[in-house]
């Protein structure tokens, strides 16, 4: 298995609070996309986001090669209770679920030749976009939209709230840590939805792309891409028409956040291609 491009970005410039990873060996590739803090703790200097995006991708690399998805799961969840045990969070993260270090993961498996998406991720393969959008975000991004297209209809233009905070987020961010309630819930509920917290994940909140003898090359994401496409090239002049368009992502590109002023984009992003054969 070889790496064809990578590329990772945050959304500020500064890689050193980058929420986004990736791994890459002979039996899996992979993009983790630490989840946005809705809360200001740090966890030994590190947001929430950033601490799981690491724990899982060390968890990966210990891997042998041969486990299903549901054992590669448990090797995380194992790392996830030290983590809990140590930070002293076991009795709080049930209280407050939105404190857990939680992140969406899409995982390749040369083994299985499956792909398995846990979360908000993208595969692209064989000209075929793959996402695996949260309901519960869709909501939530609706919300935000109207809220700013309120604002820009009271007179405030799109370069004052590209100024500061972001208002919309602001004002939804209760609700998101609301939405925490629904991790890893029963799939029976329309808005739940699958999460690498430390917790079991339903095996129907996971979703499975079985790919076929012939794919040669696919592409792994995180969803700091509105979508991605059959390379780098083509995803990134995407993105830069996307940001320009709807810079406060309440258009085209609904989304719970949108740019900032001098920040790179609304979120955290990574893009990798690998060869598999």
């Given amino acids: 298995m070889k790496l064809v491009e990578e590329f990772i970005q945050s959304k500020s410039g500064n890689m050193d609070v980058c929420e986004d990873t990736y791994f890459c060996n002979e039996h899996f590739a992979a993009v983790i996309d630490g989840a946005t803090s809705v809360s200001d703790r740090l966890y030994n200097g590190k947001t929430q986001g950033r601490l799981a995006a690491e724990l899982i991708r060390k968890a990966i ?18 790392k996830y209770k030290e983590l ?37 991720c993208q595969l692209y393969c064989e000209g075929k976009l793959y996402q695996n959008i949260k309901h519960i975000d869709e909501v939530f991004s609706e919300v935000r939209s109207i809220i700013l297209q309120g604002e ?38 329309h808005l739940s939805y699958a999460v690498v917290n430390g917790f079991p994940i339903p095996p129907e909140l996971i979703k499975t792309v079985d790919l076929s003898n012939d794919v040669e090359f696919l592409s792994l994401a995180s969803d700091g891409y509105p979508k991605i496409m059959d390379n780098l090239k083509e995803t990134e002049e995407e993105l830069s028409r996307i940001l320009k368009a709807d810079p406060l992502c309440i258009y ?26």
């Avoid at 972001?166 to 609700?175: C, N, S, T, V, Y």
């Avoid at 590109?253 to 054969?277: A, C, P």
């Fill in 152 to 189: 820009l209809l009271k007179g405030k233009t799109v370069e004052e709230l590209l100024e500061g905070e972001d208002i919309g987020f602001q004002l939804i961010r209760p609700l998101i840590q609301k939405q925490y309630n629904f991790q890893n819930t029963t799939p029976d509920c």
């Fill in 61 to 78: 690399a210990t891997l042998n090669g041969q486990e299903s998805i549901e054992e590669i799961i448990a090797v995380i969840n194992e």
């Fill in 84 to 120: 809990y045990k140590v930070l002293d969070l076991e009795e709080e993260i049930l209280e407050f679920p939105y404190l857990c270090p939680s992140a969406s993961m899409v995982i390749y498996s040369k083994y299985y030749h499956k792909v398995w998406m846990v979360g908000d």
């Fill in 252 to 277: 085209e590109n609904r989304s719970t956040k949108g740019l900032v002023n001098h920040n790179r984009s609304f979120d955290d992003r990574t893009y990798i291609k690998i060869q598999i054969k």
